[in-house]
């Protein structure tokens, strides 16, 4: 019988690929830059977000998929803020009447450019809830 010789160039490119996919579509590591969310989460950390929390949403697309839940009040999420930054703010509450945006809130009232600024954000925005703080 003849044996063949594996190939680790295949299994390299496979586990990048689902990397690759796990990154854009399951989870993400996002490094704090600002000071809008201390004392709770302090510059320097890294978060773990789930982007499955909400919905499926495609890479750069403007609106999910398919969405599952809203944010609920308290939940802290990142989204695309308005200039196309991106953010990490708590979920102050939904628009109960069309459930399609949400206010975001930063911690720190004083160094916090949030909704209280730019008023509600359209909740498609999110691309995901935060899950772990490192």
Do not use: H, Q
């Not at 398919?66 to 628009?95: E, N, Q, T």
């Not at 009447?97 to 004083?110: E, I, P, Q, V």
């Amino acid at each position: 019988m003849e044996r063949r010789a594996s190939r680790p160039g295949a299994a390299v490119l496979a586990a990048f690929l689902a990397a690759i996919i796990a990154k854009c579509f399951l989870f993400d590591f996002v490094i704090v830059n600002g000071r809008s969310m201390l004392p709770a989460i302090r510059p320097g950390r890294v978060l773990l977000v789930n982007r499955l929390a909400y919905g499926l949403r495609l890479p750069g697309a403007d609106a999910y998929l398919c969405r599952w839940r809203l944010p609920r009040k308290g939940d802290v999420v990142i989204f695309i803020a308005p200039g196309g930054s991106m953010a990490v703010k708590r979920c102050g509450g939904v628009d109960p009447a069309s459930g399609r945006t949400f206010f975001a809130l930063g911690d720190n009232d004083l160094e916090s450019y949030d909704s209280r600024s730019y008023g509600p954000v359209p909740a498609d925005r999110i691309v995901g809830r935060v899950v772990g703080i490192k």
